[in-house]
Each structure stands twice: as structure tokens, then as C-alpha cells.
């Protein structure tokens, strides 16, 4: 480990990799001993030649330096069994009855750049760094070790990859996969395309939160807006709701989420609507003069996908979310309560939560909070690493 080539961070660099973040940027380094092959692993000092930790080396990306472990590490299939392993630890302690989870959450489990999803018995990874992608044979070969699933499938076509300069990656990694895999969570049987599906298949994230919001569905006409493949909305079913009527652009969605209510005996409960969310609202709420919206709902929830990919767009995605919240309180009833949720993380919660309480002083209502959100905890949040935080929702009751 002596030989590895050192990173020399500049003056005043090192306390945030210090506290835990794992990320060097490449304008922090004030030299580098030796010239590293990219992907390499290197140790990152600070200016006092302190040892500060090793990781994956990168000159075309701005991410420089992927920090590994404080200490010196050697990453072969050894170490990420064990990392692994630690990682799979913490979703047993805090999802004991989960069959489907995320086992690997990139930088919440120090191995920044790889996500490993669990879907029953196949497994999903997605890598979006060059020092990942270099060691995924020794990624693959741990994770058939702890897990023996019936397939390992990579689905690396995220954008970032770019920046590494990488390639888009997706196909069958070990064993075989045809067809959707049914998944259970919380109980529900989902359909999902781990193959041609969205991200990796679903959005293990909310987990949790389907069976807390579900709390507030029963007896009540219940509308599911950005539904994908109906988790808020058949968890309300489930949980005793009237009636929900889900809603999602996409037709692909709103057939698996038909059939998914079929599955599990909720579709005479249910109904479909293939429609953009924001016209559907709109439309539902655009009345005459002097005349008022009739609110049909005893429960509104919104889970749209994210507004906002950096931190220019931030006021365009506040003004999009007040739109929905908006026309979302027209229709509810009063003691009737809206689940919102945000997936951006550079909408904070506290903005997040004024462009709700905004909306409810255009429309004059008065609103109690009920609930308060976060991602699932195998999605942990580490709040050093600012980045692993995303998820934000409220459950609010609507007073007068």
C-alpha cells in the first residue's frame, strides 16, 4: 500500500472528506506524486501529509477521487463480501420482513457509485463510476456468494456514467431472467420489468411510506396522482379506502398497475386514468366565475417524479409543486388529507413545505400537519454526505 500513488489535497480541502463525504473534487488537489491509471486506487492525504483514505481515481471526471475508507483498503472480492454483507446487516435491523429492498445505496454505504437492488430473488445493479465498473466481476462474484439469487441484471444507463467516461451497460450478469418478476412489498404482490422498467424496476424508496400514508385511506374516495405501478394506491385499497382512481401519463404504467390490482383482488375498487396529472388537475378544477371547485376527495396523494435535476431549476420546480398543491386542495374535502412527497434533492424540506403552505393561503385553507416523511431506511441518510437525503413528504389534514 506504501506504493499507491498519493493525492495532496490543498490547504483547507480535507475537513469534509475528514468528516465523511467521499468525494474529492479534482480543483481541491494541489498535487498528485505519481500519475494513477484511471480507476486506480489511491490514497488522499491533506496538506500536512496526513492520511486521510483511499479510493478510485478518476481524471475525467470532476469527481476526482472516490473515497473508500479512511484507512487502506484493498477492494477485491473480499472486501465487498464484507461490505456488503455490513450493508445487508442494517436492512435486516430496520426492514426485518422485507423480501425487496436496496441492498447497496452508493455513498450511504461507502461504496460510492453502486446501487444493488433486491427484487425477491434477482438482483439489480446499476454502477456509475469508473472504479466500480472496472471491478464488477469481484462486485458480481460477492454478491452470488451472500445472496445466490436466480439472476444478477445490470441496468448502468444512468446519465452520470458519462462523466466518468463510461458507456451505457445493461444486460444479464449471471443467471437467467425472462419476463416480469413479481415482487412483495408490505404484503401486495407488484409486477415489475427489472429489464425495460423504470430506474431499476421500482421505487423501493417509498416502502415504507405506502403502508403510513395508507392509515389515512379508509372509508374514504381516495385519488392516487403520478400512480406508476399503483404502490400509494392499491396500499390504499388495501387499507380500506371507497374507491381510489389512480393516475399516470404512462399507458405502459397504468396497465401494470390494473393488473397488479387484479392480483392482489383490489380492481373492484379501483380505477384507471391514462392522462398527464397536471391537465387531469386542471381540468378537475377550472370552474366560471364567481363559481367555487366542489371537492370530491377524502384523500389526495401526489408523488410526482422529480422537478428539478440541478440547482438553477429550483424556483421552476417550487412553482410547480405550488401548482399541484394548489389545485389538489380544491378537491379535497375538509378534514380530508393530502400526501405530498418530493424526490429532489435540491428542494429542501423546509421550501418544500412553504410551496404547500402557500397554496393553502391562495385557497384559504388551514391545514394541520400529520405526518412527516422520509425514504425508506434502506435508502440511509447520512447527513455528512448531503447527497444521500432526497426523499421529503407530509401528510397534512386539511382543518377548514
Not at 446487516?89 to 426485518?96: D, F, G, V
Request: glycine share 6%; hydrophobic share 40%.
Amino acid at each position: 500500500m506504501e506504493t499507491l500513488p498519493t493525492v495532496l489535497l490543498k490547504p483547507g480541502e480535507s475537513d469534509r472528506i475528514v468528516a465523511g463525504h467521499p468525494w474529492v473534487y479534482a480543483n481541491e488537489i494541489h498535487r498528485i506524486t505519481q500519475p494513477p491509471a484511471d480507476g486506480e486506487l489511491v490514497q488522499v492525504k491533506d496538506s500536512r501529509q496526513r492520511l486521510l483514505g483511499t479510493g478510485f481515481f478518476n481524471s475525467k471526471s470532476k469527481i476526482a477521487v472516490r473515497v473508500l475508507s479512511p484507512d487502506r483498503v484493498e477492494p477485491n472480492e473480499a472486501f465487498f463480501e464484507e461490505r456488503i454483507r455490513a450493508a445487508l446487516a442494517i436492512r435486516k435491523r430496520h426492514l426485518p420482513a422485507a423480501t425487496s429492498f436496496r441492498v447497496i445505496n452508493a455513498e450511504s454505504d461507502f461504496l460510492s457509485g453502486l446501487i444493488v437492488d433486491k427484487y425477491e430473488d434477482v438482483l439489480v445493479v446499476q454502477i456509475s463510476s469508473l472504479g466500480m465498473d472496472q471491478r464488477k466481476l469481484q462486485i458480481v462474484a460477492a454478491l452470488q456468494k451472500i445472496f445466490t439469487p436466480r439472476a444478477i441484471l445490470e441496468r448502468s444507463d444512468v446519465a452520470s456514467r458519462k462523466f466518468e467516461g463510461l458507456a451505457e451497460s445493461n444486460g444479464i450478469l449471471a443467471g437467467e431472467l425472462s419476463g416480469p418478476v413479481s415482487v412483495n412489498l408490505n404484503g401486495l404482490k407488484f409486477e415489475v420489468d427489472l429489464v425495460g422498467g423504470h430506474k431499476t424496476g421500482m421505487y423501493l424508496d417509498q416502502q415504507a411510506n405506502y403502508a403510513a400514508v395508507s392509515a389515512f385511506a379508509k372509508g374514504g374516495q381516495v385519488l392516487d396522482c403520478f400512480s406508476f405501478l399503483g404502490g400509494f394506491g392499491l396500499h390504499a385499497a388495501r387499507a380500506g379506502a371507497a374507491h381510489v382512481h389512480l393516475l399516470d401519463q404512462s399507458a405502459d404504467a397504468i396497465e401494470a398497475s390494473k393488473r397488479n390490482a387484479s392480483a392482489n383482488g383490489l380492481d373492484a375498487q379501483c380505477s384507471f386514468e391514462t392522462i398527464n396529472v397536471f391537465d387531469w388537475l386542471k381540468a378537475n378544477t377550472a370552474v366560471k366565475p364567481h363559481e367555487r371547485v366542489i371537492p370530491r376527495f377524502d384523500m389526495i396523494i401526489l408523488d410526482p417524479p422529480s422537478f428539478t435535476r440541478n440547482r438553477a431549476s429550483v424556483p421552476d420546480a417550487l412553482r410547480g409543486y405550488k401548482e399541484i398543491h394548489l389545485r389538489a386542495l380544491k378537491l379535497l374535502k375538509t378534514g380530508g388529507t393530502l400526501a405530498t412527497f418530493c424526490c429532489s434533492h435540491h428542494v429542501n424540506t423546509e421550501l418544500f413545505q412553504d410551496s404547500l403552505l402557500s397554496a393553502a393561503y391562495d385557497t384559504r385553507k388551514v391545514l394541520r400537519r400529520v405526518g412527516t416523511y422520509s425514504q425508506s431506511p434502506d435508502h440511509p441518510i447520512i447527513p455528512m454526505i448531503p447527497e444521500t437525503e432526497y426523499l421529503k413528504g407530509f401528510a397534512f389534514e386539511v382543518v377548514r
